[in-house]
């Protein structure tokens, strides 16, 4: 049995992105710290995540984020699919009365020569016994997203990692002070799926993924890491799904400090948009902010596949070179026609990022963070 484990959409792990695949050098590592791993019924694990640019953050540079997948064996029951950025330290677990031993004793992500980030690690657990039911009974990847808990953090100074030969991190830094929060909203319904995501901003004013909360009480905390800035974004997102695809999704988007309670109420209304004779229609949007329309070209064989995401913000992509990224006027409510062939055996998103103000239209290599502090909102819909 083959399963693949959807994890970008429960961590949002984020990968830099490539500008050319010459410039990228596969650096493997190893994660310690681990301790009181035990057969619980509880999976342990660690993510590896390179923090982002101010600009990176919402401009759905799409090939960001989940690293390449690499198979994982769990026991003899099924082999999972795995992006290269989880490490799994070796731990026995028990499916009924069968002894499962597994893990993946090296993470591996892909580096840009001549880029330097910090890395953040956090380990984080996940039921064991929920985790090949969802998986066995083909519910969408986001059916995780409540029951994984983020326990503690590593972090590595901003470095040329292309340089290295091995990087080796550790999980020592306990949770940080709770920030609280209410979203005040409606049941989700069917496969949807709510939950916060917390990014926090570095000394070289980069942003890290910190924390989540999957199906998020209306009021409560989250944690933040300790040793960074007293800085934060966070995401309250609403993904529908289908089987284990994301479709669509709505949220909001906050600047908060941990003296601040972040309050926001219900969820934003859905992107309404299609694509008809090679032409991108939306029902036109009025409030202050800007579009982003996404056309990536699709990987058939895995192979073939530099990365592969199905990320946070919902929209499931393979990351190649041949990629286009616009930015639209929400107002006008339609594209120019496009050229047919850059829509054939494509992924194609549509975003609107609302804002409190109205701001100039991001620019690509240029600082963006003026956009960034007055985000509010943002809707996305997968087209194709």
């Given at each position: 049995?083959?399963?693949?484990?959807?994890?970008?959409?429960?961590?949002?792990?984020?990968?830099?992105?490539?500008?050319?695949?010459?410039?990228?050098?596969?650096?493997?590592?190893?994660?310690?710290?681990?301790?009181?791993?035990?057969?619980?019924?509880?999976?342990?694990?660690?993510?590896?995540?390179?923090?982002?640019?101010?600009?990176?953050?919402?401009?759905?540079?799409?090939?960001?984020f989940m690293g390449p997948s690499?198979?994982?064996?769990?026991?003899?029951?099924?082999?999972?699919?795995?992006?290269?950025?989880?490490?799994?330290?070796?731990?026995?677990?028990?499916?009924?009365?069968?002894?499962?031993?597994?893990?993946?004793?090296?993470?591996?992500?892909?580096?840009?020569?001549?880029?330097?980030?910090?890395?953040?690690?956090?380990?984080?657990?996940?039921?064991?016994?929920?985790?090949?039911?969802?998986?066995?009974?083909?519910?969408?990847?986001?059916?995780?997203?409540?029951?994984?808990?983020?326990?503690?953090?590593?972090?590595?100074?901003?470095?040329?990692?292309?340089?290295?030969?091995?990087?080796?991190?550790?999980?020592?830094?306990?949770?940080?002070?709770?920030?609280?929060?209410?979203?005040d909203r409606a049941a989700t319904?069917?496969?949807?799926?709510?939950?916060?995501?917390?990014?926090?901003?570095?000394?070289?004013?980069?942003?890290?993924?910190?924390?989540?909360?999957?199906?998020?009480?209306?009021?409560?905390?989250?944690?933040?890491?300790?040793?960074?800035?007293?800085?934060?974004?966070?995401?309250?997102?609403?993904?529908?799904?289908?089987?284990?695809?994301?479709?669509?999704?709505?949220?909001?988007?906050?600047?908060?400090?941990?003296?601040?309670?972040?309050?926001?109420?219900?969820?934003?209304?859905?992107?309404?948009?299609?694509?008809?004779?090679?032409?991108?229609?939306?029902?036109?949007?009025?409030?202050?902010?800007?579009?982003?329309?996404?056309?990536?070209?699709?990987?058939?064989?895995?192979?073939?596949?530099?990365?592969?995401?199905?990320?946070?913000?919902?929209?499931?992509?393979?990351?190649?070179?041949?990629?286009?990224?616009?930015?639209?006027?929400?107002?006008?409510?339609?594209?120019?026609?496009?050229?047919?062939?850059?829509?054939?055996?494509?992924?194609?998103?549509?975003?609107?990022?609302?804002?409190?103000?109205?701001?100039?239209?991001?620019?690509?290599?240029?600082?963006?963070?003026?956009?960034?502090?007055?985000?509010?909102?943002?809707?996305?819909?997968?087209?194709?």
């Amino acid at each position: 049995m083959k399963v693949l484990f959807p994890w970008a959409i429960a961590v949002g792990a984020l990968v830099w992105a490539p500008a050319h695949s010459e410039d990228l050098v596969k650096v493997g590592g190893v994660v310690s710290g681990f301790s009181g791993i035990k057969s619980d019924d509880t999976v342990d694990g660690a993510l590896v995540i390179p923090t982002v640019s101010a600009e990176d953050l919402f401009q759905f540079n799409v090939d960001q984020f989940m690293g390449p997948s690499e198979k994982m064996t769990v026991g003899g029951l099924f082999s999972a699919e795995v992006p290269s950025n989880l490490y799994f330290p070796k731990q026995r677990e028990w499916w009924g009365i069968i002894p499962v031993n597994f893990g993946k004793e090296q993470f591996s992500i892909m580096a840009e020569k001549g880029d330097s980030r910090e890395l953040v690690c956090a380990w984080f657990k996940l039921p064991f016994d929920k985790m090949v039911e969802i998986n066995n009974s083909g519910a969408p990847g986001t059916a995780l997203l409540p029951l994984m808990t983020i326990h503690k953090h590593g972090f590595l100074a901003e470095k040329d990692w292309s340089t290295v030969k091995r990087i080796d991190m550790k999980v020592d830094k306990a949770l940080g002070t709770k920030m609280n929060y209410s979203w005040d909203r409606a049941a989700t319904t069917g496969t949807d799926m709510d939950g916060v995501f917390m990014f926090q901003a570095t000394k070289t004013n980069r942003w890290a993924f910190v924390n989540l909360k999957g199906a998020p009480s209306k009021t409560g905390t989250i944690e933040s890491m300790s040793g960074l800035e007293n800085n934060f974004k966070v995401l309250f997102m609403r993904t529908h799904n289908t089987d284990k695809d994301v479709t669509s999704a709505e949220g909001h988007i906050r600047g908060a400090t941990l003296q601040d309670k972040v309050t926001v109420t219900g969820v934003p209304a859905p992107l309404e948009a299609q694509i008809a004779s090679s032409k991108i229609t939306w029902t036109p949007i009025e409030s202050p902010g800007w579009m982003t329309l996404v056309i990536q070209a699709r990987e058939t064989a895995a192979e073939n596949v530099l990365f592969k995401i199905d990320n946070l913000f919902g929209g499931f992509f393979a990351a190649a070179e041949d990629s286009l990224q616009l930015w639209l006027d929400p107002k006008e409510g339609s594209t120019s026609p496009l050229n047919s062939n850059s829509l054939k055996d494509s992924d194609i998103i549509l975003s609107f990022i609302g804002t409190t103000e109205a701001v100039p239209m991001p620019e690509d290599g240029q600082d963006n963070s003026a956009f960034l502090d007055v985000a509010s909102e943002i809707r996305m819909k997968k087209l194709q």
